[in-house]
C-alpha cells in the first residue's frame, strides 16, 4: 500500500515563526508536490519536484521554500508564518511517468495566529 | 478565464439517485482527465482517469471526456451515503513532468 505521510495533523504558530511541514513516502516516486486547499479556491500548487535537489514553483510559491535533500522526504517551510497562510496543506507523490496518478498524504491544517 | 471550471455545489441528491458532476477547460492541449474524491478530513484520491476522448467505466461511476467541447463528466450510478464528499476534477497536457490542474471541487451529499 502507498503511503504518504505528513509530519503533523494540526498546526497551530504564532505570526512570523518559521515553520517546517515534513511529507514522506514509501514508494519511491520520482515527483513530489505541495498544494494548500482553501474553502472556494480549491487545491492551489506551491511547488513541485521532480528529483532530488530539483524544484519548480507552482502558482503561488510566495512566502514558502521547499527542500528535497532525500528521494523520499519533500519539506516545505513558511520562512515567516503570516496570518494569510492559515490553510490545509496537502503532500502528493507519484511516479514520474504517471503524473495523472498522485497519492496524497492526510494533509495538515496550519493556524497562524 | 480559469484553466479549468467546476462548479462547487454543494449537491444534495437522495440515495440511489443518478449524479452527474462536470467541469470545463479551456486549454485544449490537455490530454489526461482525471477525478479525485476526497472524503472530509483525508486527502484527496484517484477515482479514475481518462486519456483523451471517451468514456470509461468502473462499477457505478462513468467518466466522459469531450475533447470538442471540452467537457468532461462524471456519472455515479445507484448513489450511496458512502459517496458524499468532495469530487475534484483535474486534468495534464501529458503523462510525465507535468504539475495536474485541479478544479474547485464539487461537493456531494447523498442521503439515506
Known amino acids: 500500500d502507498v503511503k504518504v505521510t505528513q509530519s503533523s495533523r494540526y498546526l497551530v504558530k504564532r505570526t512570523g515563526e518559521k515553520v517546517f511541514l515534513e511529507c514522506v513516502q514509501d514508494?519511491?516516486?520520482?515527483?513530489m508536490f505541495w498544494y494548500r486547499q482553501d474553502p472556494g479556491l480549491g487545491l492551489r500548487l506551491i511547488y513541485f519536484?521532480?528529483?532530488?535537489?530539483?524544484?519548480e514553483k507552482g502558482d503561488i510559491p510566495e512566502g514558502y521554500s521547499v527542500s528535497r535533500e532525500k528521494k523520499e522526504r519533500f519539506s516545505l517551510i513558511l520562512e515567516s508564518a503570516s496570518t494569510n497562510q492559515t490553510s490545509m496543506y496537502l503532500c502528493?507523490?507519484?511516479?514520474?511517468?504517471?503524473?495523472?496518478?498522485?497519492?496524497f498524504g492526510p494533509g495538515t491544517r496550519l493556524l497562524v495566529l | 478565464q480559469k484553466e479549468v471550471e467546476q462548479d462547487p455545489g454543494p449537491l444534495s441528491v437522495p440515495e440511489g439517485a443518478i449524479v452527474s458532476l462536470n467541469c470545463t477547460y479551456s486549454?485544449?492541449?490537455?490530454?489526461?482527465f482525471m477525478w479525485y474524491r476526497q472524503y472530509s478530513r483525508k486527502g484527496p484520491e484517484l477515482l479514475m482517469y481518462?486519456?483523451?476522448?471517451g468514456n470509461k467505466e468502473d462499477g457505478r461511476f462513468t467518466a466522459q471526456v469531450d475533447k470538442s467541447s471540452k467537457y468532461i463528466s462524471l456519472f455515479i450510478r445507484d448513489s450511496q451515503p458512502s459517496d458524499s464528499a468532495t469530487y475534484l476534477c483535474?486534468?495534464?497536457?501529458?503523462?510525465?513532468?507535468?504539475?495536474?490542474?485541479f478544479g474547485k471541487g464539487t461537493t456531494l451529499s447523498v442521503s439515506s
Open positions: 519536484s521532480y528529483d532530488v535537489k530539483m524544484k
Open positions: 486549454n485544449s492541449a490537455f490530454q489526461y
Open positions: 483535474a486534468m495534464s497536457q501529458n503523462q510525465a513532468g507535468t504539475a495536474l490542474i
Open positions: 514508494m519511491d516516486h520520482e515527483n
Open positions: 481518462t486519456y483523451s476522448s
Open positions: 502528493a507523490s507519484s511516479f514520474s511517468d504517471r503524473v495523472e496518478t498522485q497519492y
